[in-house]
């Protein structure tokens, strides 16, 4: 076997030393996962996907999200997809994915059809979200730039290692699991914008999901096809950045600094509304605003003059202006076309200037604003910047509680701290 393969093999079939950290990070994505696949399940793709999912009335092995339950690659296709709708789920900018849409759906499936304790589907996901991260790196930013969608390609792997580990699956049938997945992932940027986006995610949980399966019944595949020639990294513009992705595996757990999302809008806005939160920006006081931002995010969340809610969740000069007016952008119904035709937001979203520069990586963003008494304020945030443990779990339990009330939030979080099985988890999808 490769180098890759062997060392993301024995990892994700071995026994695994978690911190106290890592542990209380993956329990807050968990939250956040049900949290925003809760919330999602009105969209219409979420409709869409459940419903051919039903239709096909197949054996209830594992729960979805809206309730009913379904075959294990069929719920996880839809619970893939469902929790990806609302795009507000964590990211990990290591290899610019969002790991836990991929992953959890394939762990908690899973875990359901043996009847396993909570414990064991976080410790698995963790392992999964772990190698997502990893063979994101290895790949690098080639295979991203060149239109790969690395939730679906790399969280393809990590939903296959969180399935395989949750059936005990050895070191030998990790690497079958992880050469059969090389076949299977699959996921493009040109479906941004679209149904596709989400369905990506669903496509990335269902491909761990089948792999595993199929390598428990014996199937034989190339274990060298994620690493090996014409495999998965030569045939999809990747890096093979190895030293990368192996560096402290097992040791350190990279996905301690995944980031969650606070506000309901593309997460290159994120940088710009953290630095604004530091501000006290009241709407009156603003004369002018600049917000300077990397170049990357000029094309992607830029929108000038957005009329409708998702527009507004493109636009620098539209969450800055609603921020300062109040509005609480952490919120799905604070974006609306009606928002968007307020004049008092129009007149102070004219006073905002947005500003490439390219001494500013793509977490962060320096915010300047010049008050009607001539007096000036500024603030930098990097999204990369350590996030206390303590104000992350307040901030990921207050999001949850505004998606899904606080009354299951904290039903949720108690049975993911103090246990349960995970038919306790997975019933209340």
């Known amino acids: 076997m490769t180098q890759l393969t062997t060392h993301l093999a024995d990892f994700a079939a071995g026994p695994v030393t978690t911190t106290a ?8 994505s968990a ?59 964590d990211t990990h900018f290591a290899h610019i994915g969002h790991p836990s849409v991929a992953v959890f759906p394939a762990a908690l499936a899973m875990a359901e059809m043996r009847d396993l304790p909570l414990v064991e589907v976080l410790e698995a996901a963790l392992v999964g979200v772990e190698v997502s991260v990893r063979v994101g790196l290895w790949l690098g930013r080639s295979h991203y730039q060149t239109g790969f969608h690395q939730t679906a390609t790399a969280g393809a792997f990590g939903a296959a290692v969180a399935a395989g580990r949750l059936v005990g ?5 990790m690497a079958q699991v992880l050469g059969l997945t090389a076949t299977r992932a699959a996921g493009l940027k040109a479906q ?118 998702l527009g507004a969740k493109f636009s620098y000069r539209t969450v800055l202006a609603m921020h300062a007016l109040g509005h609480d952008t952490a919120r799905l119904d604070s974006y609306s076309e009606a928002v968007c035709a307020n004049p008092r937001l129009i007149a102070l979203r004219d006073r905002i200037k947005v500003e490439a520069d390219e001494t500013l990586t793509e977490t962060q963003a320096h915010l300047s604003i010049l008050r009607r008494d001539g007096s000036r304020d500024e603030a930098t945030h990097d999204l990369q910047a350590p996030l206390p443990l303590a104000t992350r779990e307040e901030r990921v339990r207050t999001k949850a509680a505004k998606l899904i009330g606080g009354a299951l939030t904290d039903e949720v979080w108690s049975l993911l701290r103090t246990g349960g099985r995970a038919a306790d988890l997975a019933e209340r999808l």
């Not at 990506?200 to 690493?227: C, I, K, S």
């Not at 809008?265 to 009156?284: K, N, Q, Y």
Request: glycine residues 12%.
């Open 21 to 28: 950290s890592a542990r209380l990070v993956t329990s807050l």
């Open 31 to 89: 939250l956040d996962w049900f949290a925003v696949g809760r919330a999602g399940r009105a969209e219409p793709v979420s409709e869409i996907v459940r419903d051919m999912v039903f239709v096909e009335q197949g054996a209830g092995q594992a729960h979805v999200f809206g309730g009913g339950a379904a075959p294990a690659r069929s719920a996880v296709l839809a619970n893939g997809t469902i929790s990806h709708a609302l795009d507000y789920d």
């Open 169 to 173: 699956l050895q070191a030998d049938g």
């Open 192 to 309: 941004f914008g679209t149904m596709g986006k989400p369905y990506n995610a669903g496509l990335a949980a269902a491909a761990g999901v089948e792999t595993v399966q199929l390598v428990q019944r014996g199937f034989m595949a190339n274990p060298d096809a994620l690493e090996g020639d014409f495999g998965f990294g030569a045939t999809h513009h990747g890096e093979g950045n190895l030293n990368e992705a192996l560096e402290g595996l097992g040791a350190e757990w990279l996905f301690e600094s995944v980031s969650h999302k606070f506000h309901a809008c593309c997460h290159g806005l994120h940088a710009a509304l953290e630095a604004a939160r530091t501000l006290d920006i009241a709407e009156p006081e603003v004369a002018e605003m600049t917000v300077r931002t990397h170049p990357r995010w000029m094309s992607v969340c830029n929108q000038p003059e957005p009329t409708t809610g």
